[in-house]
């Protein structure tokens, strides 16, 4: 334990040291958004026949001092994600942005460190920094960046996970993002536009954005191995992440520490079916089906509690009880090269749809293709073309109608806002990525949704982007 402890404390100093150095005076330290899978691998790894070496010598000490931690049953790693995106054509303005996290995560196995069979504990936290391509440029509804939020240092995963019977079963307690394991495509996560993440409909029609980066909240999740082939999910978290009150809900959880417990309930279920249970990670075949309601109550999006047009009325909206939301997803593998189990082309799609009379969007549709190694000799590089369709719902349409009719302001939403995204990773060593992006936005806020160009109408955008991932 002492030589456990000393190790930890190792890696740790490293760390700190490694990012005030990289990013100058002042910088922050934070911590990771992407938890282990569902079903983690052994953290007990044999360590690689050759150590890695980095550009810089406190980097291969941190390395080597994490290996050993690894081998003891603890896992810490630390990332830095960099990235410019520029408005070349449309939207709010033109002009770049820069936009940055650094990401961090610890993952104990508590049977290696202390005996305690089948369990796992894990934490996370990140640090925010920069200004975003989506509220300084471009207006749009679903963010140009996964990593795009109000810029501050949060607390995100906290939990304790016990596994039975061989992990059939396996229960979660804590605080988490819905998306750590719900409603994912796994060849969605190539892409960088925030609705192959997180869809942008329940992003924007629960409170708070429900529990979304950067924004965890208190969950129970049960997950269910019934077959190889068959898995079956059940979550409940607490309904709204952020604190009652005016403006940016990321600013009223500004360090992530709310720990709320006292609002209404969100529920998820999904059903996973995987004909194909040895498939590579990277090129998997997946079905999945699933719900989710939330017990809040919604605003209307057109009448007020008399029926009345909200656009003419001084009253209150008319109030829903509940929401909720169907969906679908599919991860499917097309072609793999001959000889090379982790290299192919894979599609993806997922669609949702919920009541448009209390919801912003009731419709979401996404979808794209994955090419893992492109070239043969590049196994790890990965390019990918895809789209993502958020639906106006008729009520919501409807309300921008009549408020153009009563007050001569504004025009009528469009019917959807859609980006097309098309990314390029590439593996440049064993610890940096490069990823250059192109998006182009249409409908950039549906023509009108308040946003931080106001009401107007903007544009289509076109957007070029390029992200660095740092793995230390």
């Given at each position: ?97 820069y936009n940055g ?139 709204n992440p952020a ?53 809040d109550n919604f ?174």
């Amino acid at each position: 334990m002492v030589s456990l402890r000393k190790h930890l404390c190792a890696v740790v100093a490293a760390g700190l040291v490694g990012v005030y150095c990289s990013a100058g005076e002042g910088a922050s330290f934070g911590l990771p958004i992407e938890p282990p899978a569902a079903t983690p691998a052994p953290t007990n790894e044999q360590p690689p026949a050759e150590p890695e070496t980095f550009p810089l010598d406190w980097l291969t000490a941190f390395h080597n001092e994490r290996q050993k931690l690894k081998d003891a049953g603890v896992t810490f790693s630390l990332h830095e994600r960099s990235e410019v995106f520029g408005d070349v054509a449309g939207g709010g303005r033109r002009g770049l942005s820069y936009n940055g996290l650094t990401i961090a995560k610890l993952d104990i196995d508590l049977d290696a460190t202390m005996g305690w069979s089948g369990a796992e504990f894990f934490t996370s936290a990140f640090d925010i920094h920069g200004h975003g391509p989506s509220r300084s440029l471009v207006g749009n509804q679903q963010l140009l960046s996964n990593i795009e939020a109000t810029p501050d240092l949060k607390l995100f995963d906290v939990w304790l996970e016990q596994r039975f019977f061989d992990k059939k079963l396996m229960l979660r307690l804590g605080q988490e993002g819905a998306n750590d394991e719900l409603m994912l495509t796994a060849y969605g996560g190539l892409f960088l536009n925030s609705s192959f993440g997180f869809p942008a409909l329940p992003a924007l029609d629960l409170p708070s954005g429900g529990p979304n980066y950067p924004l965890a909240t208190p969950f129970v999740r049960a997950l269910v191995s019934a077959t190889d082939n068959v898995t079956v999910v059940a979550a409940l978290f607490n309904g709204n992440p952020a604190p009652a009150g005016p403006g940016d809900p990321q600013s009223r959880d500004r360090n992530g520490l709310a720990f709320r417990l006292n609002d209404h309930v969100l529920g998820f279920g999904e059903l996973w079916y995987s004909p194909d249970t040895q498939a590579a990670a990277n090129l998997p075949t997946t079905y999945k089906l699933g719900a989710w309601y939330s017990t809040d109550n919604f605003a209307d999006q057109r009448l007020d509690a008399s029926g009345a047009p909200l656009a003419a009325s001084a009253g209150p909206a008319l109030r829903h009880r509940g929401d909720w939301a169907v969906y679908g997803i599919v991860d499917q593998k097309i072609w793999q090269r001959e000889g090379a189990n982790d290299q192919g082309i894979g599609v993806f799609v997922q669609a949702m749809g919920g009541p448009g009379d209390r919801n912003l969007s009731n419709f979401f549709i996404e979808g794209g293709v994955n090419w893992q190694a492109p070239f043969k000799e590049r196994g790890d590089d990965a390019f990918g073309i895809a789209f993502s369709y958020l639906g106006i719902s008729p009520a919501a349409r409807a309300f921008s109608a009549d408020l153009a009719a009563f007050t001569g302001v504004g025009s009528r939403y469009a019917s959807n806002e859609t980006v097309l995204e098309a990314t390029y990773l590439a593996t440049v060593t064993s610890w940096l990525t490069l990823q250059p992006d192109i998006q182009y936005v249409i409908n950039p806020g549906a023509n009108g949704i308040p946003g931080p160009f106001g009401t107007r109408a903007l544009p289509n955008a076109l957007v070029l982007g390029l992200r660095a991932t740092f793995r230390l």
